[in-house]
Nanobody, 118 residues
Framework: VQLQASGGGLVQPGGSLRLSCVTS????????IGWFRQAPGKVREWISC????????YYRDDVKGRFTISRDNAKKTVYLEMSSLRLEDTAVYSC????????????WGQGTLVTVSS
């Protein structure tokens, strides 16, 4: 299982970004894909996940209504659409593959930096 996150960058508060997580092989058929972030000096936190079986999606409370997770099986890619970005969303974002229902995560890719600043 291989994962590669991309799409980070510098954005102003209130702006939007779309992150991509490209996976390998049949990862999306068997693994839920989660997004995580780690801000400077803080522990890594879970943001969202999309399950492999029925495509159920899950979000942490402070991103609900602002972030949307989706997947394109043909492109083997999971997206994280982020809008109404806040200063506190600044972090390194990474994706992870794990159990089909998003209960645990076993494989990690390198992250992409998102900086929200005016």
């Amino acid at each position: 299982v291989q994962l590669q996150a991309s799409g980070g960058g510098l954005v102003q508060p209130g702006g939007s970004l779309r992150l991509s997580c490209v996976t390998s092989g049949d990862t999306l058929d068997y693994h839920g894909i989660g997004w995580f972030r780690q801000a400077p000096g803080k522990v890594r936190e879970w943001i969202s996940c999309i399950a492999s079986d029925d495509g159920s999606t899950y979000y942490r409370d402070d991103v609900k209504g602002r972030f949307t997770i989706s997947r394109d099986n043909a492109k083997k890619t999971v997206y994280l659409e982020m809008s109404s970005l806040r200063l506190e969303d600044t972090a390194v974002y990474s994706c992870s593959a794990g159990s089909s229902g998003c209960e645990e995560y076993n494989y990690w890719g390198q992250g992409t930096l998102v900086t929200v600043s005016s």
